[in-house]
């Protein structure tokens, strides 16, 4: 994959005083401590889905460190993630059960179906694809979660059906709040 290739588009996100606030929770229950780094960001990723850009910057002028330490940190772990990811999240088990009965052709379809690749999220905001390397569902394999709901004995035939589900409950919430309106 090249870097033309990443459907990466900037993130419109504010650091509002609300934002600041909420930061400022984080920092003080850490006590800016550059030791607690780690919980620091995760508290940060549980707050707002992911680390904005613009929030690394704040809490390295707040901590007193640079971001480029702070990138480093956050890049060694794979749970860290800098793009907002979708409101159906996808995650596709790679593990070793999965991958030996077809965890990759069942990525593969995934990514053709919404025309994106693991890691990037789709332009309406509606899913994002992950790959994980052990779900914990072996006996299942191979197995897919989205949100919360895990799919197992998953087939690339099985794919459609399920995002259909998902798309039809964003298109019966969407005209559900029209008739409110």
Avoid: W
Wanted: glycine fraction near 4%; include cysteine.
């Amino acid at each position: 994959m090249t870097v033309e290739s990443l459907k990466v588009t900037p993130q419109e996100f504010k650091l509002s005083d609300t934002v600041k606030k909420k930061i400022a929770k984080i920092l003080e229950a850490s006590d800016k401590d550059p030791k607690n780094l780690i919980q620091i960001l995760q508290d940060i990723q549980t707050e707002f889905n992911y680390l904005p850009e613009i929030v690394i910057g704040y809490i390295a002028k707040e901590m007193n460190m640079s971001e480029h330490n702070i990138y480093g940190v956050a890049t060694f772990y794979s749970q860290f993630k800098f793009i907002e990811p979708g409101k159906h999240q996808i995650r596709v088990c790679m593990g070793t059960a999965c991958h030996v009965l077809g965890a990759q052709s069942l990525q593969d379809k995934i990514s053709r179906e919404l025309n994106i690749q693991p890691g990037e999220t789709t332009e309406d905001g509606e899913f994002s694809i992950e790959s994980v390397y052990c779900l914990g569902c072996c006996a299942l394999a191979p197995v897919m979660v989205i949100d919360e709901n895990v799919y197992g004995n998953m087939t690339a035939a099985k794919v459609n059906k399920i995002l259909r589900k998902y798309r039809r409950n964003k298109k019966n919430l969407t005209k559900k709040s029209q008739e409110v309106k």
